[in-house]
């Protein structure tokens, strides 16, 4: 199974939003509402930001939110803020019990 | 305080075998799936196995099976994984990570330990 395709990089201004897509196939994303967004800053282990596609654990800002269509799912992020910017990471269930990564994103906040 | 904590990396020649242990704390362990994950320097998350909370049910990524073997002790909070056959591409900081619910898994991960790095070189 190959990676899940996310942008290498994005940027956006304090205070705009950003969108940043994960593209898989009709046997992970597409098949399942089972994706997950994960946060990670530079030499810290990554932080659950969204799971099963839309839902945001305790103590996540609203800032953040899932969505999907078809094969592709996303994270906007409302509001940007200098700590926003990190490498954020989509997961997704692929069947049998295994999970795929992106291949991560690069958040700048200019 | 909710934590996991790993040890056990280190360098290993090609061919050679390292154990991974990981040390829960500040939840009932022995209510969750458990799972590794695999980051390799300057690049992605990488699944690389799981475990049901009573061992019943152990999944591996196709790149590590039949060299990799995760286990558990509930009455220790411990989670475990003997790494054989280690490789140059198994070169990487593994995470023990939390499964988010208690229940039907949702294949996600709210619980991550810091890592330990695990290199492969002769």
């Known amino acids: 199974q190959s990676a899940l395709t996310q942008p290498a990089s994005v940027s956006g201004s304090p205070g705009q939003s950003i969108t940043i897509s994960c593209t898989g196939t009709s046997s992970d994303v597409g098949s399942y509402n089972l994706v997950s967004w994960y946060q990670q800053h530079p030499n810290k282990a990554p932080k659950l930001m969204i799971y099963?596609?839309?839902k945001r654990p305790s103590g996540v800002s609203n800032r953040f939110s899932g969505s999907k269509s078809g094969n592709t799912a996303s994270l906007t992020i409302s509001g940007l803020q200098a700590e926003d910017e990190a490498d954020y990471y989509c997961c997704s269930y692929a069947g049998s019990s295994t999970l795929i990564f992106g291949g991560g994103t690069k958040l700048t906040v200019l | 305080e909710v934590q996991l904590v790993e040890s056990g990396g280190g360098l290993v020649k090609p061919g050679g075998s390292l154990r991974l242990s990981c040390a829960a704390s500040?939840?009932?362990?022995?209510?969750?799936?458990m799972n590794w994950v695999r980051q390799a320097p300057g690049k992605g998350l990488e699944w690389v196995s799981s475990i049901s909370s009573s061992s019943s049910f152990i999944y591996y990524a196709d790149s590590v099976k039949g060299r990799f073997t995760i286990s558990r002790d509930n009455a220790k909070n411990s989670l475990c994984l003997q790494m054989n056959s280690l490789r140059a591409e198994d070169t990487a900081v593994y995470y023990c990570?939390?499964?988010?619910?208690?229940?039907?898994?949702?294949?996600?991960?709210?619980?991550w330990g810091q890592g330990t790095m695990v290199t492969v070189s002769s």
């Open positions: 500040g939840f009932t362990f022995s209510s969750y799936n």
């Open positions: 099963e596609g839309s």
């Open positions: 990570a939390r499964d988010a619910t208690v229940t039907t898994s949702v294949y996600a991960f709210d619980i």
